[in-house]
């Protein structure tokens, strides 16, 4: 990027938050909040006090103000807040994206920035989006900079900093959570945007319906939702363009909108009876092993627009309720999934769900661990399991020996097969606790007989125990 680049996205804070003639720009530029009062969602970290409100407000402290990162799922306010950042005490504004932008470009902004600010006595925002794109050697061309307070930084990131961002810079910054707009946050910005000058200027009619799918299909990102909606005005414009001038506007239903996104309107509530049924369905399917009815309910819920870590989460409990031990698997692939859809999103993350999903409904099942634990809180809640036996107490601290702690203890490593009678539970559950009951099926079935002879060589059986070659 150039020097002539970077002066045209430099621009005073003066001018307001939204960079040249914002009357022809996207919807979603247009509509982007000119002040804290606009911003909807984030809530907790725009309380008054917050560090990141104080900055906002350009409250000027001993040290002046600090650095930001900014990290949150797209759509949520991330550039948004970086612009209010930067209209607060007269700053100037550098906007940069990590996918572009180098070392030489970093240097540029620096010594532009101290220019400002000897000549002019203003300081200078650096908003850099996708900061985790940026190298080592790139975040570090940065340090100086926030260091000595030259720039005020703004990063954004969709991934998570304490992986994505070296350690010196966070130090020197606040790191800021931002969330998914709820619902109804989505559904305001929408109205906000049929009605305002800024927007659509209330020349088209919005039905119920159509702003229901457009929420839908948001997830909670505001710049899609925006999108999604000025596409389906411009639908509806191509299809009634004489009635602009009608009492009511020109209408946008749901045809438009699946015409605009070419996604069709799912029936399906995430609020209500749909969203517990239809989750429920997918569990049940992989329970029962059905992979096409899983595949389907899963389906039905990425196309209505659910939350994908919601239903990442679910396929992780069912590896571990019914599946279990049949196939440990199933629970790497289940985590590993959850891990994989909260740094790539959608659409992508579908593919890793289908796989999730189909490992879980292919697997052999079982629900041994899940009875299991259940069996031992029961026993627990019954006031059952009385003091832990001597010989298992902690040891490490002067004068545990006098008191008997560890006495007796047999280190299992040194036994034949790496078990020996010993006891473990306490005194009244020694004789009757037997909460693990493995089945035939899968895995399962080599580790249940195992698990028997451990546990007679345990409480005094055979101390021989069968290694395991396969």
């Known amino acids: 990027m150039t020097d ?57 402290g001993s040290a002046g103000p600090i650095s930001a990162i900014l990290w949150g799922p797209p759509g949520t306010g991330k550039t948004t807040l970086a612009h209010l950042v930067a209209t607060a005490s007269d700053r100037a504004f550098v906007e940069m994206s990590a996918i572009n932008a180098g070392v030489k470009d970093v240097r540029s902004v620096m010594d532009q920035a101290a ?20 190298s080592k050697a790139q975040q570090d061309a940065l340090l100086p900079g926030v260091e000595n307070r030259l720039v005020v930084l703004v990063a954004a990131t969709t991934e998570n900093p304490s992986f994505s961002v070296i350690a010196p810079l966070l130090s020197r910054s606040i790191m800021v959570r931002l969330t998914s707009l709820t619902d109804e946050d989505v559904a305001s910005l929408i109205d906000a945007a049929v009605s305002d000058e800024r927007g659509l200027g209330g020349r088209f009619a919005l039905s119920d319906e159509a702003r229901n ?58 609020a209500g009876d749909q969203h517990y049924d239809i989750a429920s369905a997918l569990i049940k399917s992989m329970r029962g092993s059905d992979v096409d009815a899983a595949l389907h309910y899963l389906a039905r819920m990425l196309e209505a627009g659910e939350d994908a870590r919601f239903i990442a989460r679910r396929i992780v409990i069912a590896a571990s309720e019914d599946v279990g031990m049949a196939d440990p698997t199933a629970l790497q692939t289940a985590v590993a999934a959850m891990h994989a859809v909260a740094q790539i999103g959608m659409p992508e993350a579908r593919i890793v ?78 004789d009757t606790a037997d909460y693990y009951q493995p089945t035939d099926r899968g895995w399962e079935e080599r580790i249940g007989p195992r698990w028997a002879q451990v546990r007679r060589t345990i409480h005094g059986g055979s101390p021989q125990i069968a290694e395991d070659n396969d």
């Open 115 to 134: 220019r400002d600010r000897d000549l002019y006595g203003r300081q200078t925002v650096l908003f850099l989006d996708e900061i985790h794109r940026f």
């Open 353 to 430: 769900l289908a796989q999730a999903v189909v490992h879980n409904a292919i697997a052999p099942k079982s629900n041994a661990s899940y009875a299991a634990i259940n069996a031992a809180i029961a026993d627990v809640r019954d006031g059952r399991g009385g003091a832990v036996p001597a010989h298992l107490r902690d040891a490490h601290y002067a004068g545990a020996s006098t008191l008997g702690h560890g006495g007796g203890y047999q280190y299992s490593h040194d036994q034949p097969g790496g078990v020996g009678t010993q006891q473990f539970l306490p005194d009244d559950l020694h």
């Open 4 to 60: 002539d680049l970077f002066s045209s996205a430099r621009r005073d804070a003066s001018s307001g938050p939204n960079p040249g003639d914002s009357s022809h720009g996207p919807l979603a530029v247009r509509m982007r909040p000119r002040s804290l009062e606009e911003v909807r969602g984030q809530a907790d970290v725009l309380r008054a006090g917050s560090p990141l409100r104080r900055l906002v407000e350009g409250a000027k």
């Open 213 to 270: 799918h457009l929420v839908r299909m948001a997830g909670g990102d505001a710049r899609s939702a925006l999108t999604a909606l000025e596409a389906a005005a411009g639908v509806a414009e191509d299809v009634a363009p004489g009635e602009s001038s009608t009492q009511d506007g020109i209408p946008i239903g749901v045809e438009q909108v699946e015409q605009a996104v070419a996604i069709a309107a799912v029936r399906y509530d995430r």
